[in-house]
């Protein structure tokens, strides 16, 4: 996912995405840190090359894996912690959003949300 195209790493990000909508996926990838790791830091990659080279397509892909983590207590926890890129948490990633694209506002909101109303209790991975 990291090294490639465009299309590439939008159709790489597709399938995780499509992975982390389903429950079994969802809970597989947050089973262990290990795992749960090894996607954030791919899914941070992706955010850095965004901000190098904005692709919306893969920006809507991006945020909608993060969005779908949060559904997860301790995914959640961990993101709200340390790994959710500060771009997707301040809010500076608004700037590649296209006037048009409210979806992908949408979700970027909605996962603000998620992490701003998260419990103050961890949760241990």
């Known amino acids: 996912m990291e090294h490639g ?8 990000t597709f399938i995780l995405q499509k992975i982390l909508l389903d429950d079994h ?3 597989y ?3 262990t840190y290990e795992r749960f790791k090894s ?14 080279e904005p692709s919306g397509r893969l920006l809507k892909h991006v945020v909608r894996c993060y969005l779908r983590l ?4 301790r995914a959640k926890e961990a993101l709200n912690r340390t790994l959710m890129p500060e771009q997707l948490k301040d809010g500076s990633i608004n700037k590649m959003i296209k006037q048009d694209d409210n979806s992908t506002k949408r979700w970027v909101q909605m996962l603000q949300r998620n992490l701003s109303n998260s419990k103050n209790t961890p949760q241990q991975f």
């Open 5 to 12: 195209s465009e299309l590439s790493k939008t159709v790489a």
């Open 25 to 27: 996926g969802l809970a």
């Open 29 to 31: 990838i947050c089973y």
């Open 39 to 52: 996607v954030t830091s791919v899914l941070q990659s992706m955010v850095d090359s965004l901000v190098r």
């Open 70 to 73: 949060t559904d997860n207590p």
